[in-house]
C-alpha cells in the first residue's frame, strides 16, 4: 500500500463532501484514537491532551498555553485534521487553536502578601481584621 502524505490526505479529506453529524463523546474518542500516534513526541501529546470545544459549524477550538506549543501543534495540524474528517466523516472539520495570556502566578513573600491573596479568595478576611485589629507584626 502506498503512503499518502499529511497534505495529501489533507486535500483529499476536504474535497469530500462528508458532513455526518457527530458527537461531544465521538470527538474524545477519535481524539484520543490519534493520541496513542504520538506516543514518540511526549511534549505535543501533553499539549493535545485536552480535548477541544466542540464548537458551530464542526469547528474544534483549543486554548493553548504559549507559541511553542501552538507550533508543535501545527507541525501535525494537517494529519490530525485529515484523521479528524476520514474517522469522523465530515469535511467540514475545522482545527482552531488560540494562545490565551496566562498571567504568571507572583511569589508570595510576606504574611501581607500571603493575607492579600486570602482576601481575593474570601474578602470577609478582611473585615474581620479590621474588626479584631489584627496585625501582622509591622511597626
Not at 482545527?95 to 496566562?102: G, N, Y
Amino acid at each position: 500500500m502506498e503512503e499518502i502524505s499529511a497534505a495529501e490526505q489533507f486535500k483529499m479529506h476536504t474535497e469530500k463532501e462528508e458532513t455526518e453529524p457527530f458527537t461531544k463523546d465521538d470527538l474524545k474518542n477519535k481524539w484520543k484514537e490519534f493520541l496513542i500516534r504520538l506516543d514518540d513526541r511526549p511534549n505535543l501529546k501533553s499539549t493535545l491532551s485536552k480535548i477541544p470545544e466542540l464548537k458551530d459549524n464542526w469547528e474544534l477550538y483549543l486554548e493553548i498555553d504559549n507559541s511553542i506549543q501552538n507550533d508543535l501543534i501545527n507541525s501535525i495540524k494537517p494529519e490530525l485534521v485529515s484523521f479528524l474528517r476520514k474517522e469522523l466523516k465530515n469535511s467540514d472539520i475545522e482545527f482552531i487553536t488560540k494562545v490565551t495570556d496566562q498571567v504568571k502566578n507572583r511569589i508570595i513573600y510576606t504574611d501581607m502578601d500571603k493575607f492579600d491573596e486570602m482576601v481575593k479568595k474570601n474578602p470577609s478576611l478582611k473585615l474581620l481584621k479590621q474588626k479584631f485589629n489584627l496585625d501582622f507584626g509591622e511597626v
